[in-house]
Structure formats: structure tokens, C-alpha cells
């Protein structure tokens, strides 16, 4: 036996410790693997399938590996390929197949045709239009796709807690009428006698009834497989467990790896606590724990150690290292969302080894400006769940069609399209009397003509025609301005947001992203081939990524990988945590977890990110940044408040960042010795509202702010 685990250390260079060791031999009967970020549960889980197939003799058809997600099933059989290459592949899979497999089999003996109705095989009619329906009908008001996410994780926790439909309405309630509207999606979906609707939970849902329900079935897949292992258990909801209990009846041989420190998907369902019960459900079961990390560096791995420790709700786990040390962390503050856009950017250009290196954020929709500047530079870049919602959004739709008109300001079917968001107040009567109307011509001169108005509205849309003579001639940068601004389109679009429930910062986020990507263009054609340009390009970073890429992910899809160098970038009060995930300790929790999940993810180089304000708004650094502030520098006072950056001072910038520059106020102090942009080498002397430096020949005093702000002195 330590053969294999010597022929692995020849072979791969990877000596298990003792508590890996044993977690590879126990291969029969039930086993619990809780142990901290980075300390190889994935890697003992994968040895030890090596280890039943090599020396067990176990034929690997036998062994299924349930893994949390496609992306993580693909990456656990590369990293099987790249230690095993010789042996041939095991089913990794994630639960959802599986349980598909089992649901198709379920209907089929029970004499269903069945539709899915959620993911890529889903048509027109599909869970959001359903679910958008029956929300129309019982609450009569449109469903926003705020709303529509809400109810959607919502059901998804009933479905996946396996609460019983008659008790729907006591669990805690989203909005008025959620559990209403979600019997109603219930029923309808299963109203036929022979035909059922089925989305991802009802897979899983289906496939736990048929286990428990059809013991021939449930006998056939028993049969299928003598070892069964699950990563990422942490994020297992009762029903997967469940299935997974009926798939290990008979033999018990299963493999659970965790990290409740980890668990990041409470919010749909995922059943940590059903790990502490472990013991209940399988009274011989052997549970280890692991505390050795042996990814990150000596100072990642005691600063994330000791950030983790604020959560209440955990077991008590020492995460330690025996690794080097290596850089520290840094955290950088920088003034504006662009300024942190630049200066990644600026790193990455500079970054050899792209495919060691990611970019995590919070919230998919920050990802587009970083796919545009990338794409721009030709940074190749990966991105396996890249969000395409952002290039078939509606506003995306409005502007191009505001740009459509100019090219023939005759177009009438184009006006109607917009003349609702220009502000102006108009009905839709007015609308369709306008399309009625056989005159032709100018739109703006046929809807004046056709449509009787008040005359503030005739003054409004005197100004714009003439602001559609102007835009065949402007950038595009200037065109969605106006837009904006001077065609009514934002003023409207706050209007829609309020009576619809819409967040508008949201919306208007989009807009933002708009006048950037098209900042660098010349015309309104170049924009609209540029935007259909990037939605190809992150349909290649997520199907077809190029070799050496950096990858870009969300914190909760970064899960169990590994990178060289590591960007959490805004990582601001409201986007992590979250105003929802302030609400209440447990969710807190769950996004301190979550933060927790990305600083993980790092090796060597850990990089954390934050700016100060957004289009003229002051924004907050995250308090997860704070607390990390506070342990790498447990003497320093909290930031300072900056009070003296006034939000009027802050005006579209014209002056260049210097990315290498000191941009965080704790960075300088007495006696550093810096380079100053226009100055060259000194010494500081002082430091409060104003930078004293002694340069060769003079002293000289700056405002602090503004030094931060562009970054003009850089250290020695
Ligand atoms: P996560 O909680 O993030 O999923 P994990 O516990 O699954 O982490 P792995 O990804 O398996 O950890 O391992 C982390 C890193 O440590 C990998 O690069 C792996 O090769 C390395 N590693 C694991 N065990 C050992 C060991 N005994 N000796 C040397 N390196 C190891
Ligand atoms: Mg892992």
C-alpha cells in the first residue's frame, strides 16, 4: 500500500500527509472530509479514485464523482487526466445529470412525456415566462426581472429543502403572495395526467421521489455504481443528499468532502447543517478534519485564517501553512471604477503567465467593462459563466434604436419604438394615432402634425428634432449622452423604474458601461458592430477559450480553483456585502464566506480592490476590506474618512493615473522614500492634509487627496 502513495510522490511530486493518506485507504464505508480552503480535499478525492482503480482493481465506471457544477465536473476530470494520465476517465458528473437521468427513467415507467421548460433545451414557453404569467395574474402588476430572480431562488429553496407544498406558506415570504404564485407554477406544471413541465429543482425533486418511491428503479442505479464521492458537499441541499442516501443504501461507500466555510448557496437552498448530522444518517462513519493549506502563501493563508474567525456560525478550524512567504497582500484603493479597470489592465499587460492569473467580482454585471478593455487590448480572456443577458438587454435595444432613427429620421416605425422613452409624457393612443396617420416626412414633424400636444411637449420635441440633425455628425460616446441627457431618455427611464420597481442604478450602470465601450469610437456604426463584436467574444471565452488566458469569474463560480495571482475587485460597501446581505446576520455571514471563497483562491499574490467614488458619488470600501485592513495592520487607526474628497471636486478626469502610484493613504509615511511624477526622488516628512517631501534641492508640500488620487509618487 505505500507503494502507490510512493510511486505517487515519484510520479507527481505530491506527498499526501497522514490524514490524506488514510482518507485515499478508507475506501469502504461511509467517510466525512471537513477541512479548510487549499488543504487538498480535492486532490485526496481524486487519489483516491486513482487509488481505487490502481490498486483496488475497481473498474472506473463503477466510481461516480458528483461534483457541484459542469465547470467544476470538467475541471475535476482535468485535474484526474493530469494526475492519472494513463488511466482511462471516470464519471464525473453533476448532480443534476444524474438526477435528469433518474427523472427520465421515473416518467418514462410512469407513462409521462415530460418538457424542460429551464436551461438550453427550453423554448419560448419556459420557466420565466410561466413564472411571469402566473406573477401577472395573482399580483397584477408587471414582474420585474429583479422580482422574477427573487421568486425563482425562492421556489428553489421549498424544492430543494423538500418542504411539503402545504407549509410553503409558512416559510418566510420574499414578497406577498410568493408561495401562492409558486403552487400555482406547481400545478400548472403538473396539471396533465400524461405530460408534465419540468425545470432543474423538479429533476431533482422527481429523482429523490423515484429512489424512494420505485425500489426496482431505485435497485437499477444502486446497481450502477459501487463508490460514489461528492465535492463541495458545504453546498449540497437536503434533496441531493437525500438522492445521494438512497444511491449509497446498500454499500455505504461514500465519500463526502466539505468546508463550512465555504457554503455560499444557502440563499437557494444548499444544507451545511446536514453535515454536523452526518453521524445520524450514517452512525459508522469516519470523519477526518484537515487544516494544513497547501495553496497560498504564508500570508494569505493567516490573514484569510484570521478574517474567517468573525463569522459565529462555523466549526472552529486553524488554518495554517507550512508555505513561504510571499508578497503581502495588497490592497488598492484607487478613485474611480475606471481607474481600477485601468490599472488591472495595466498589470495584466504586463503579466506573463495570463492563465495563473483571474479577475473575481461579485456581481456578473462589472464584468462587461473588463471583457471590453481586454478584448480591446487582445488580453485573451476566459470566462466560463459569462453573462450574454448584458448584450440583449432592453436598454441596449432603446439605444441603438434612438441611434437607428438618426440614420433616417423618416422611419416611423422606428419612432413609435422610442417616442415612449424620450420623457415626454406621450400615450400610447397618441402612439398608435401617430403610426394610424398617412402623412410622411420628418417624424418629429408628422407626430406634431397628427397628435394633438400640450406645449411644453411641443417645445421638447422642437429641441429634439433639432438634436437629431446634429447626432449623424458625433461620436458615439456623445450620441448615448444626449441621449441621456438631452433626448429625455434617463428621466424617463427613472419614471419607468419607479413605477415598475426596476433599480435603477442598476439600469443606469448599463449606461455607463454603453458610453464607455463606446468611448473609443468614431462612429455609431463602429458601436453597434463593436457591441455584436464582444457578445461573440465572450461566446469564445466561455465555449472556446483562448490558450493562456486570464480568467474572469464571479466569487461564488471560483469555487475550488486556483490561481497565481488573484484581483477581487469592487469590493465596495453595497456590492459585498450587499444591502440585502446586511439585513441579517446569516447572510452576512454568507457573504463574509463568500469574500472568504475568493482571497482563497489565491497563491501567491493576492490583490484587493476598491474606489473611492463612482460618477461623482461617494462609495464606501467594503467592511470585509476594513476587517482584512485591520488585520495586516492591526496598529493603524480605520481608514480615515475622506471627507475632503466633496463629490464636486470629483469632475471627469482628464489627468492620467498612474497605476504604480501610491493610492491608498496608509501607504504613506514619514521617511518613505518616493518618487514624485514631475519632481523625481525624495524623502517624506510629514504627512497629514498636505504630503511634505524633500526633494535634492527644495521641499515641497501637496494636497494628499489629489496625490492619491492620480497616483503621482510611486515608492523607491
Ligand atoms: P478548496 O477548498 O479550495 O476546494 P481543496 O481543499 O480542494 O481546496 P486542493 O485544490 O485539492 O484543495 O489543493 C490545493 C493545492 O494544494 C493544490 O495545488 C494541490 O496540488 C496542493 N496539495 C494538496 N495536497 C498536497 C500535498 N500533500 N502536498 C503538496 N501539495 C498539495
Ligand atoms: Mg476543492
Not at 142 to 149: A, N, P
Request: hydrophobic fraction near 35%.
Amino acid at each position: 500500500m505505500r507503494d502507490f502513495f510512493e510511486r505517487k510522490k515519484e510520479e507527481l511530486g505530491i506527498e499526501l500527509n497522514a490524514v490524506q493518506q488514510q482518507a485515499v485507504l478508507e475506501t469502504e464505508g461511509p467517510l466525512l472530509l471537513l477541512a479548510c480552503p487549499g488543504s487538498g480535499k480535492t486532490t485526496t478525492m481524486i487519489m483516491r479514485i486513482g487509488y481505487l482503480i490502481e490498486e483496488k482493481k475497481v473498474p472506473p465506471s463503477r466510481i461516480k464523482a458528483i461534483t457541484f457544477s459542469r465547470a467544476s465536473a470538467a475541471d475535476m476530470k482535468a485535474r484526474f487526466e493530469k494526475l492519472f494520465p494513463h488511466l482511462p476517465s471516470v464519471n464525473f458528473s453533476t448532480i443534476h445529470s444524474l438526477a435528469f437521468e433518474i427523472t427520465r427513467h421515473y416518467l418514462e415507467k410512469t407513462d409521462r412525456n415530460y418538457e424542460l421548460i429551464e436551461g438550453k433545451g427550453s423554448h419560448q414557453f419556459n420557466k420565466q415566462s410561466l413564472l411571469k404569467r402566473i406573477y401577472k395574474d395573482v399580483l397584477k402588476e408587471d414582474c420585474t426581472d429583479d422580482e422574477l430572480g427573487t421568486l425563482s431562488t425562492f421556489i428553489s429553496g421549498l424544492k430543494n429543502k423538500l418542504i411539503p407544498m402545504d407549509k410553503w406558506e409558512e416559510v418566510e415570504q420574499p414578497f406577498k403572495n410568493a408561495s401562492l404564485i409558486a403552487k400555482k407554477y406547481e400545478q400548472h406544471k403538473t396539471k396533465q395526467t400524461h405530460f408534465i413541465y419540468v425545470d432543474f429543482d423538479d429533476m431533482l425533486v422527481l429523482a429523490e421521489e423515484a429512489l424512494r418511491l420505485d425500489d426496482a428503479l431505485a435497485d437499477e442505479f444502486r446497481g450502477r455504481f459501487d463508490y460514489l464521492l461528492t465535492d463541495e458537499s458545504q453546498d449540497t441541499s437536503l434533496v441531493q443528499h437525500m438522492i445521494v442516501e438512497h444511491l449509497v443504501a446498500y454499500h455505504g461507500n461514500l465519500c463526502v468532502v466539505a468546508d463550512d466555510d465555504q457554503s455560499i448557496y444557502t440563499w437557494r437552498g444548499a444544507d451545511p447543517t446536514y453535515l454536523l448530522e452526518f453521524k445520524k444518517v450514517y452512525p459508522d462513519a469516519l470523519i477526518l478534519q484537515m487544516e494544513q493549506n497547501y495553496r497560498s502563501s504564508k500570508e494569505i493563508v493567516e490573514t484569510a485564517a484570521k478574517f474567517i474567525t468573525r463569522n459565529q456560525d462555523r466549526y472552529p478550524k486553524q488554518m495554517f501553512t507550512k508555505n513561504a512567504a510571499n508578497k503581502p497582500i495588497q490592497l488598492k484603493q484607487v478613485s474611480t471604477p475606471k481607474d481600477q479597470l485601468d490599472y488591472v489592465i495595466y498589470e495584466l499587460l504586463n503579466e506573463k503567465n495570463l492563465s495563473e492569473t483571474a479577475i473575481l467580482f461579485r456581481n456578473n454585471a462589472s464584468s462587461t467593462m473588463y471583457v471590453s478593455e481586454l478584448h480591446r487590448r487582445g488580453i485573451p480572456f476566459y470566462m466560463k459563466d459569462a453573462d450574454d443577458k448584458f448584450f440583449n438587454h432592453w436598454i441596449i435595444e432603446d439605444i441603438l434604436n434612438f441611434m437607428r432613427l438618426s440614420f433616417n429620421v423618416e422611419r416611423k416605425d422606428i419612432f413609435a419604438k422610442i417616442i415612449l422613452k424620450m420623457n415626454l409624457y406621450v400615450s400610447r393612443s397618441q402612439v398608435t394615432k401617430f403610426q394610424n396617420a398617412k402623412a410622411s416626412g420628418n417624424v418629429f414633424d408628422v407626430f406634431m402634425k397628427t397628435v394633438p400636444l400640450k406645449e411644453r411637449q411641443v417645445k421638447k420635441l422642437q429641441d429634439y428634432k433639432k438634436g437629431y440633425e446634429v447626432i449623424p455628425e458625433m461620436r458615439p460616446m456623445r450620441v448615448i449622452q444626449l441621449i441621456r441627457e438631452d433626448l429625455g431618455y434617463e428621466a424617463a427611464l427613472k419614471s419607468r423604474a419607479e413605477k415598475f420597481g426596476y433599480r435603477f442604478d442598476h439600469l443606469n450602470d448599463i449606461l455607463d458601461t454603453l458610453e464607455n465601450i463606446a468611448m473609443p469610437l468614431r462612429t455609431m456604426v463602429e458601436f453597434a458592430q463593436r457591441l455584436k463584436e464582444l457578445e461573440e467574444a465572450v461566446q469564445t471565452a466561455k465555449f472556446n477559450p483562448p490558450e493562456n488566458a486570464v480568467t474572469l469569474s464571479t466569487f461564488h463560480s471560483s469555487k475550488g480553483l486556483e490561481f497565481g495571482r488573484v484581483f477581487m475587485i469592487d469590493l465596495q460597501k453595497g456590492i459585498i456585502p450587499s444591502e440585502e446581505d446586511e439585513q441579517d446576520v446569516r447572510t452576512l455571514e454568507e457573504a463574509r464566506r463568500l469574500f472568504y471563497v475568493g482571497m482563497t483562491r489565491a497563491k501567491n499574490r493576492l490583490e484587493l480592490l476598491s474606489f473611492q467614488e463612482d460618477e461623482g458619488k461617494k462609495k464606501e470600501d467594503s467592511r470585509f476590506l476594513n476587517e482584512v485592513r485591520r488585520i495586516i495592520n492591526p496598529n493603524q487607526a480605520p481608514v480615515e474618512k475622506r471627507k475632503t474628497i466633496a463629490t464636486k471636486q470629483v469632475q471627469r478626469k482628464t489627468v492620467q493615473v498612474n497605476p504604480k502610484g501610491i493610492q491608498n493613504r496608509q501607504e504613506l509615511s514619514v521617511g518613505l522614500e518616493v518618487v514624485h511624477r514631475v519632481f523625481g526622488k525624495g524623502k517624506i516628512l510629514s504627512v497629514d492634509s498636505k504630503v511634505k517631501i524633500q526633494f535634492e534641492h527644495e521641499q515641497k508640500e501637496f494636497d494628499t487627496n489629489t496625490i492619491l488620487q492620480y497616483g503621482f509618487i510611486e515608492r523607491v
